[in-house]
């Protein structure tokens, strides 16, 4: 009979988060076959030639990379690459023609849209037991203007990690530690960003379930990562293959690269005009305070409040909050370091909209986050078109690196001080306690 209820009780459990998936596909659709930024999706297809021509498990070899700048997805993205050479026939086309090709666009864009659904999906289930925000939360991730362009226009691949590192939350809410730290390898294989989250989860699972589940979702974590990686590791060189983590950084050592934050607003009232990318004079290995280089003091800075967030974290463990404190996190990964791309803010956007579920307080930071994301990509995207219009970043880029910086501020004082000061009474209380401020 029990059996029976559930039954007939679960279309009002997954019918609402189908319609949103459905809604979130539409939304993207007329976008698929189009080009945001052709280059990155020509560099995509660059890869799957390497791969055809020189081996799929050497790919990570640096004699067959372009250039410097020429930085590698991890593993799992390259899998995917390599799955639609195989969706072409076991060849990969020529990026020279493949660009003309609306099909071979809309290929590139199948995994990232398909992980944004994921995301958007399982987010509404989440929330299957909140009538309204069961609606409202994962229809503003479907419509929301930055995040569609990124995935469904762009085509890029922030929305994979992210959907991964929201399943890992999702599972660390609801005390499966060990499949948290499963999804977050997952992630992690495949874009780099996915690693800023790891603090969180370390200290939450130490401090809910302690240090024996931790060693062992640590380990199988650890051996799902490797798992993944010997292959490319066997043909390409341990060094080559870990080559996207170990050389990450420094392939556009600026300030800031097109990411309106703290350091392009330093740079841009520097100049007395709009910081463009790569401009020799805001290389970020000048010496700045006290001899060290502006790159140092921004990992300074954003060290410091990482170890800041493991400190909420340690002292709010048993309360689930777990979007609001990595929400604050990756806002902090785009705000401080120098050499941020503007797509850093991705899964910060993505993370204070399913936080708002937490505590409503960050739902100022959540619209903010929102719109300065929005700008900044359709800045980048389409630069040449927003510059002939009110709208030029040459008026308002200043403007939104400032509104985010002091949105990453209030942020700050809503879920570190006074999560904070709200953990300081019970912080030997055993169960999940919830936040005054959560709807």
Known sequence: MAALQRSQRSPRWWLPAVAVVVLAFFVRLPTLST?????????????????????????????????????????????????????????????????????????????????????????????????????????????????????????????????????????LNRDRPLWAWILFAIAALIKQPAAVVAPILLVVTFRRYGWRRTLISGVVSAAVFLLVTLPFALESGWEDALAPYLHASDAFPYFSNNAYNFWHALASIDKGGLM??????????????????????????FGTFVLLIMVLCWRQAHQKREFVW?????????????????????????????????????????????????????????????????????????????LNVVTFGLLVRWAVVDGVEQAAPSLAAPAAVASPHAI
């Open 35 to 171: 080009m945001a930024f052709e280059p990155d999706l020509r560099h995509f297809a660059e890869w799957m030639r390497v791969m055809d021509m020189r081996g799929l498990w050497e790919f990570y070899k640096s004699s067959y990379r372009f250039d410097e700048t020429d930085r590698l997805y991890p593993p799992l993205s390259t899998l995917s690459f390599a799955a639609l050479i195989e969706v072409n026939g076991g060849t990969a086309p020529n990026p020279r023609f493949a660009m003309r090709d609306p099909n071979f666009i809309v290929q590139l864009k199948v995994f990232p849209v398909a992980c944004e659904l994921l995301l958007i999906g399982a987010v509404a289930l989440w929330l299957s037991d909140r009538p309204r925000l069961r609606w409202t939360i994962p229809i503003a991730l479907a419509v929301a203007p930055g995040i569609v362009a990124t995935t469904g226009w762009w085509g890029q691949y922030d929305a994979p990690f992210t959907a991964f590192v929201v399943l890992a939350l999702l599972a």
């Open 326 to 402: 990595a929400a604050a996190l990756f806002y902090g990964f785009f705000i401080l370091p120098t050499q941020v791309h503007e797509r850093y803010l991705f899964p910060a956007a993505v993370l204070l909209i399913i936080a708002i579920a937490q505590d409503r307080r960050v739902l100022p930071a959540a619209i903010a986050a929102s719109v300065t994301y929005a700008y900044n990509i359709f800045a980048v995207t389409s630069f040449d078109d927003l510059s002939r219009t009110f709208l030029a970043p040459a008026n308002f880029a200043l403007p939104i690196a400032l």
């Open 276 to 301: 463009l990318f790569r401009e020799p004079a805001y290389a970020d290995a000048q010496l700045w305070i006290g001899g060290l280089s502006y790159k140092a003091a921004g990992l300074i800075l």
